[in-house]
């Protein structure tokens, strides 16, 4: 039986594809606030935010509590339907939880790597709960 790839697999086959096509991808992390959820909220908001993205897209739990996202074939523009759709459906179906999310596309002009665009995306998802949200 095969094991399915970790979110840090998967990023790294996007990456091969990425280095031989050099078509980019985009690597979104989605957490709740303070990090405070239960497992099966956070299973929840994995479920919710892989029916969001296209099948050909990846979306799985990462080691930290934060859900991990891989948008295939999308850079900057390319990524924002996906990211408003993810943003909507936890509004609608997670109203009490406060999500963080930070995004950073890999490819020709962009990151160089899928690390990079990690940390960066990390970054972003840090000041993204320094925002306070519209009121």
Known sequence: MMMPLTFQQTAMVE????ARTGRGFTLVRVAPAGW???DAEMDVLANLLEATVRRTD???RTRE???GVVLIESIE?????PLARMRAAAAL???KMELRIGWASVGPGHRRSWEEAWRWAGQL???DAAVPAAA
């Open 15 to 18: 990456a091969m594809r990425c």
């Open 58 to 60: 990846t979306v799985l």
């Open 36 to 38: 405070a959820a239960l």
């Open 125 to 127: 998802l840090v000041a």
């Open 93 to 95: 179906h997670l109203p």
């Open 77 to 81: 523009e390319q990524a924002q339907p």
């Open 65 to 67: 509590r934060e859900v």
